[in-house]
């Protein structure tokens, strides 16, 4: 049974945090962020206290609390569930807890309130907020659980996220459920929590001018997201997309006349892209200073909203004749270690082969394999270029993520997609679809280059994807082909490249419309004018172009 006493309101907060050390203390509307939190929290009348450490690092953040009037508790460092527990002590198992944390400053009493009262008529034992599922902003967040299930958890668990995070113990062993209140609105990809100084610098504007940031509502504050320098444009996508990282290393694409994407414009590209919400970023080995460029990008706080997918050293014939035994297994894992020390990292989320005859060395595939024992990676992935090689990578269990060449133009799949998704039904299987654009030449109105690389029909395909994108309504031909590849039901992100802002935004507004209907996608699959196969894959372009 749920209490009818109103609850008790405890927020988190440490100055030792790893990627904004002392943000704690950061100024938003002339208050630490920290007494912020509280004061918003405290501002329809809730018991507030703020829970830091006996550790010295935090003495400050007491001084600041003492100062504007806000309770506080200080206990472990480390075992964050134990500080909770301890600071309960005196309560009754019945009282309700809210769970806030520093960086979260646009929960207010209002938003609590209506929590409570949502909890207070469900029948379960913990209620969270989630961007997706609450409708709301990352960052307009809150628990509510009770006494009781904070000391179940604390007697019960050693497993140390549970201790991190408090919760998890009581969503695994609990009843949960979501808030969604009737009241705040906003972009549920829209980011108000702050975990870097771009987070900060962005959050804070949000209160600029107001008079009374303690008691602001959350729909005013929300209202202000376009003073934001990193917000999203779009609305979230059904499948989100992956950036393209070779234009941040190296000349790349038919129709690219800038060369190389400078590192500041680079950096710029890829924050915003994650912004909007794409998933990951991917880059090879072999891609100039790609890996290093990326690796700026992500310094500060951004490497923990995105996954980056990299690929092993192209090996040549020559290099693969002339080594064997453990020096196949060396040139893998120094390949891993390269990309390692380019991207800053001790682990990758997915390692790709960057060529799918690369499995007919056994050496190759086991390295890979025992990288991912030692958790070093997460996924094997590879790129294929062709359906005989995709049939040929499906016999092996352990790949997860396979990156394929795709485009509005390109039947040779048709065969593979049941295959792909009886696959599914009996693994873990990610398919990425890149070239999408076929290099920009879909875009391209310059007859000579569609004529560069075989391709004999140029005008007529040139007409066609004009007319087709004009009827279907899309925005321009490349909507038309991105949003042909996207909305594939076999296929599950875009990877495009971008050489510049206006680029990216255009193709995250593609990424984000509507997914085609089946109707769409079989008239543009039916229509479609025919090209030879040879040239619907950029790699069999290299003797034309």
């Given at each position: 049974m749920n209490s009818n006493a109103r609850g008790i309101v405890l927020i988190q907060?440490?100055?030792?945090?790893?990627?904004?050390?002392?943000?704690?203390?950061?100024?938003?509307?002339?208050?630490?962020?920290?007494?912020?939190?509280?004061?918003?929290?405290?501002?329809t009348g809730l018991d507030v206290r703020v829970l830091t450490s006996v550790d010295p690092s935090?003495?400050?953040?007491?001084?600041?609390?003492?100062?504007?009037?806000?309770?506080?508790?200080?206990?472990?460092?480390?075992?964050?569930?134990?500080?909770?527990?301890?600071?309960?002590e005196s309560y009754?198992?019945?009282?309700?807890?809210?769970?806030?944390?520093?960086?979260?400053?646009?929960?207010?009493?209002?938003?609590?309130?209506?929590?409570?009262?949502?909890?207070?008529?469900?029948?379960?034992?913990?209620?969270?907020?989630d961007s997706v599922k609450s409708f709301m902003p990352y960052g307009v967040s809150a628990e509510l659980t009770t006494v009781s299930w904070i000391r179940n958890a604390f007697k019960n668990t050693k497993d140390a996220y549970d201790i991190e995070h408090v919760t998890p113990y009581i969503y695994r062993h609990g009843v949960g459920s979501y808030?969604?209140?009737?009241?705040?609105?906003?972009?549920?990809?829209?980011?108000?929590?702050?975990?870097?100084?771009?987070?900060?610098?962005?959050?804070?504007?949000?209160?600029?001018?107001?008079?009374?940031?303690?008691n602001e509502s959350i729909n005013s504050l929300i209202n202000n997201f376009l003073r934001m320098k990193y917000r999203p444009h779009y609305k979230p996508a059904s499948k989100k997309m992956t950036l393209g990282g070779v234009q941040f290393g190296i000349d790349y694409g038919i129709t690219n006349?800038?060369?190389i994407v400078s590192e500041n414009e680079s950096i710029s590209i890829i924050r915003k892209a994650i912004t909007e919400g794409i998933e990951y970023i991917d880059t090879a080995a072999a891609y100039g200073s790609s890996e290093q460029v990326i690796s700026k990008a992500l310094k500060g706080g951004w490497s923990n909203r995105v996954k980056v997918i990299t690929k092993l050293f192209p090996f040549s014939d020559e290099e693969l004749k002339e080594n064997h035994g453990a020096c196949l297994s060396r040139m893998v894992r120094n390949s891993f270690l390269q990309s390692c020390v380019n991207l800053r990292v001790d682990h990758l989320d997915t390692l790709m082969l960057h060529?799918?005859?690369?499995?007919?060395?056994?050496?190759?595939?086991?390295?890979?394999?025992?990288?991912?024992?030692?958790?070093?990676?997460?996924?094997?992935?590879?790129?294929?270029?062709?359906?005989?090689?995709?049939?040929?990578?499906?016999?092996?269990?352990?790949?997860?993520?396979?990156?394929?060449?795709?485009?509005?133009?390109?039947?040779?799949?048709?065969k593979m997609v049941g295959v792909i998704k009886q696959?599914?039904?009996?693994?873990?299987?990610?398919?990425?679809?890149?070239?999408?654009?076929?290099?920009?030449?879909?875009?391209?109105?310059?007859?000579?280059?569609?004529?560069?690389?075989g391709i004999e029909n140029p005008s007529a395909i040139v007409s066609w994807l004009k007319e087709k994108y004009m009827q279907h309504d899309k925005l321009s031909v490349s909507d038309l082909c991105i949003g042909y590849v996207n909305s594939q039901d076999w296929i599950d992100s875009v990877v495009i490249g971008v050489d510049n802002e206006k680029n990216l935004l255009s193709n995250l507004q593609s990424i984000s419309m509507p997914l085609m209907s089946n109707e769409v996608i079989t008239d543009l699959s039916a229509?479609?004018?025919?090209?030879?196969?040879?040239?619907l894959d950029p790699a069999n372009w290299k003797s034309n172009v």
């Amino acid at each position: 049974m749920n209490s009818n006493a109103r609850g008790i309101v405890l927020i988190q907060s440490r100055l030792s945090s790893s990627r904004l050390p002392g943000k704690a203390l950061l100024p938003i509307g002339d208050l630490p962020m920290v007494v912020l939190a509280a004061k918003r929290a405290a501002n329809t009348g809730l018991d507030v206290r703020v829970l830091t450490s006996v550790d010295p690092s935090d003495d400050a953040i007491c001084e600041h609390l003492k100062k504007h009037g806000v309770g506080y508790y200080r206990g472990s460092l480390d075992n964050v569930l134990k500080r909770f527990n301890d600071a309960l002590e005196s309560y009754d198992d019945i009282t309700k807890v809210f769970r806030l944390t520093a960086d979260n400053v646009l929960p207010d009493g209002a938003m609590l309130d209506e929590m409570e009262a949502v909890f207070d008529n469900l029948n379960v034992d913990i209620l969270g907020c989630d961007s997706v599922k609450s409708f709301m902003p990352y960052g307009v967040s809150a628990e509510l659980t009770t006494v009781s299930w904070i000391r179940n958890a604390f007697k019960n668990t050693k497993d140390a996220y549970d201790i991190e995070h408090v919760t998890p113990y009581i969503y695994r062993h609990g009843v949960g459920s979501y808030f969604s209140s009737k009241i705040i609105r906003g972009p549920q990809n829209l980011r108000v929590t702050i975990d870097s100084l771009d987070d900060y610098l962005s959050v804070r504007t949000l209160f600029d001018g107001s008079k009374n940031p303690c008691n602001e509502s959350i729909n005013s504050l929300i209202n202000n997201f376009l003073r934001m320098k990193y917000r999203p444009h779009y609305k979230p996508a059904s499948k989100k997309m992956t950036l393209g990282g070779v234009q941040f290393g190296i000349d790349y694409g038919i129709t690219n006349d800038g060369g190389i994407v400078s590192e500041n414009e680079s950096i710029s590209i890829i924050r915003k892209a994650i912004t909007e919400g794409i998933e990951y970023i991917d880059t090879a080995a072999a891609y100039g200073s790609s890996e290093q460029v990326i690796s700026k990008a992500l310094k500060g706080g951004w490497s923990n909203r995105v996954k980056v997918i990299t690929k092993l050293f192209p090996f040549s014939d020559e290099e693969l004749k002339e080594n064997h035994g453990a020096c196949l297994s060396r040139m893998v894992r120094n390949s891993f270690l390269q990309s390692c020390v380019n991207l800053r990292v001790d682990h990758l989320d997915t390692l790709m082969l960057h060529r799918a005859e690369h499995l007919n060395y056994p050496l190759i595939y086991s390295e890979l394999r025992k990288l991912k024992e030692e958790e070093l990676i997460k996924h094997i992935g590879v790129s294929v270029q062709s359906p005989q090689e995709l049939s040929f990578v499906l016999q092996y269990k352990d790949i997860s993520l396979i990156q394929l060449p795709y485009n509005i133009l390109d039947y040779r799949w048709e065969k593979m997609v049941g295959v792909i998704k009886q696959e599914r039904e009996q693994r873990d299987l990610t398919i990425h679809a890149r070239s999408s654009m076929l290099q920009g030449l879909l875009c391209s109105d310059d007859l000579n280059k569609w004529l560069k690389v075989g391709i004999e029909n140029p005008s007529a395909i040139v007409s066609w994807l004009k007319e087709k994108y004009m009827q279907h309504d899309k925005l321009s031909v490349s909507d038309l082909c991105i949003g042909y590849v996207n909305s594939q039901d076999w296929i599950d992100s875009v990877v495009i490249g971008v050489d510049n802002e206006k680029n990216l935004l255009s193709n995250l507004q593609s990424i984000s419309m509507p997914l085609m209907s089946n109707e769409v996608i079989t008239d543009l699959s039916a229509s479609r004018p025919r090209i030879n196969v040879s040239t619907l894959d950029p790699a069999n372009w290299k003797s034309n172009v």
